[in-house]
C-alpha cells in the first residue's frame, strides 16, 4: 500500500513538470509556465517571426542526366628575356598558345543527396564522357619589343599546328548544403531556399593527332605534319559558394511542377596542364588562384511524390594564371576552361 501511495504521489508530482493531463495525456502549453519559458528558448515564443517546420526523417535522393555539353580550354605560355641596351633597351619573348575549340561530349552525370536535417544536406556529383571531336592549334610566336623604337618592333609565327581531337571529359564534386527556407515562415514547406560550400574537380583528356604544319618561320608551307598523337591532360581543382533555391508547385493533375535554380562563385581554383609529345617529351605548368562561375537550372515534373523527370542547362567557366619572374627573364602562364550545355534526366527520393 505504502508502495502504491508513493508512485501516486511521484506521479502527481511528474505530470505538471512534463505538461501532460492526467486525464487525456495532450500537452497543456497555456498552464505550464515551464513550457512556455521552454518554447521561449527554442525560438517557438508565441509572435515570434521564426517558424520551425516539422522535422522531416533522413531522406536520400538520386538522379542521372545525360548532359550534351561542348567546351573550350585556352592556354598560353609567354617566356620573356629584357634586353639592356641603353636606347634600345626592350624584350624578347616567345609564346605558346595551346587552344581547343569545340570539344563536343555527352556526359553521363549521376547525382546524389542524404538530407541529414532539415536545414542540413550533403550531395554530390559525378560525370564522365568521351570527347567525339573538336580541333586544336598550337602556335609559337616570336616577338622582339623597342619601347624606345617601336619602328623596331618585330612579330613572326614561328610555327602553328592544326590537330583533330578526341579524348575524355571527367568532373565531380562533393558539397555541403543550409536550407535556410526550414527558418522562415515565409517560405513554403515544399520550397527550399539557402546556400552551399563545396569543392570540385574537373578533368579534360585530350588525344590530338596532327594533321597540318600550315606555318613554319613565317611561311605558309602547307604539308602533312609527323605522325603522332599528343596528350594533353588538363586538370582543375577549386572550391565554390553560392545560392540555390526551388520548390513544387502542385497541379490539379495529380503532379508537381519542379523547379530549381543554382548560381556559384568558383575560388582558388588550381589548373594543372601536362602534355606529352609522340616522341615522348613531357612539357607541364600549373597556375592557381582561379576563380570563375558556375550556374545550373533546371525544371521538371514530380510523379507519385518520389519520382521525377526534368531537362536543364548548365555552364561552368573558370580561369586561372602563374608568374614569375627570375633575373632579368619572365615567365607567365594562363589557363582558362568552360563547359556548358542542356541535359534531361529521371531522379527518385527515398
Do not use: C
Not at 142 to 159: G, H, I, K, W
Not at 332 to 341: A, E, L, Q
Amino acid at each position: 500500500m505504502k508502495k502504491i501511495l508513493l508512485s501516486t504521489l511521484t506521479l502527481s508530482l511528474l505530470l505538471p513538470m512534463t505538461g501532460l493531463s492526467a486525464d487525456n495525456g495532450k500537452r497543456d502549453w497555456d498552464s505550464k509556465p515551464l513550457l512556455k519559458e521552454k518554447a521561449a528558448e527554442n525560438g517557438s515564443r508565441k509572435g515570434s517571426k521564426l517558424y520551425k517546420r516539422p522535422a522531416k526523417p533522413v531522406s536520400v535522393s538520386a538522379s542521372y542526366d545525360l548532359f550534351f555539353s561542348s567546351g573550350d580550354t585556352a592556354n598560353s605560355f609567354l617566356n620573356q628575356t629584357d634586353i639592356r641596351q641603353g636606347p634600345f633597351d626592350g624584350a624578347n619573348s616567345t609564346t605558346l598558345l595551346d587552344d581547343s575549340k569545340s570539344l563536343d561530349a555527352d556526359v553521363d552525370v549521376i547525382s546524389a543527396a542524404v538530407k541529414i536535417l532539415d536545414v542540413l544536406k550533403v550531395s554530390g556529383k559525378l560525370g564522365s564522357g568521351d570527347i567525339k571531336g573538336g580541333k586544336s592549334t598550337v602556335k609559337g610566336i616570336m616577338a622582339n619589343r623597342f619601347p624606345r623604337n617601336p619602328e623596331l618592333n618585330s612579330e613572326q609565327t614561328d610555327f602553328l599546328f592544326t590537330q583533330s581531337t578526341k579524348g575524355e571529359v571527367d568532373f565531380h564534386d562533393v558539397n555541403i548544403h543550409f536550407n535556410l527556407a526550414a527558418l522562415n515562415r515565409a517560405f513554403s514547406p515544399s520550397s527550399d531556399f539557402g546556400l552551399f560550400v563545396g569543392m570540385f574537380n574537373n578533368e579534360t583528356k585530350l588525344e590530338r593527332t596532327q594533321t597540318n604544319i600550315e606555318v613554319v618561320e613565317n611561311l605558309i608551307v602547307n604539308e602533312p605534319a609527323p605522325a603522332g598523337v599528343q596528350k594533353t591532360n588538363i586538370e582543375w581543382d577549386g572550391y565554390r559558394v553560392g545560392l540555390e533555391g526551388g520548390g513544387a508547385s502542385p497541379t490539379s493533375l495529380g503532379f508537381s511542377i519542379i523547379y530549381n535554380l543554382m548560381v556559384a562563385g568558383i575560388f582558388q581554383a588550381d589548373a594543372e596542364y601536362k602534355d606529352t609529345q609522340p616522341n615522348g617529351a613531357v612539357f607541364s605548368e600549373k597556375g592557381d588562384g582561379g576563380t570563375g562561375f558556375e550556374f545550373d537550372v533546371n525544371a521538371g515534373v514530380q510523379l507519385f511524390n518520389s519520382l521525377n523527370v526534368f531537362f536543364g542547362f548548365r555552364l561552368l567557366d573558370v580561369t586561372a594564371d602563374r608568374s614569375s619572374t627570375r633575373g632579368a627573364s619572365r615567365q607567365k602562364s594562363d589557363f582558362s576552361m568552360d563547359r556548358k550545355g542542356f541535359y534531361v534526366g529521371a531522379g527518385a527520393s527515398f
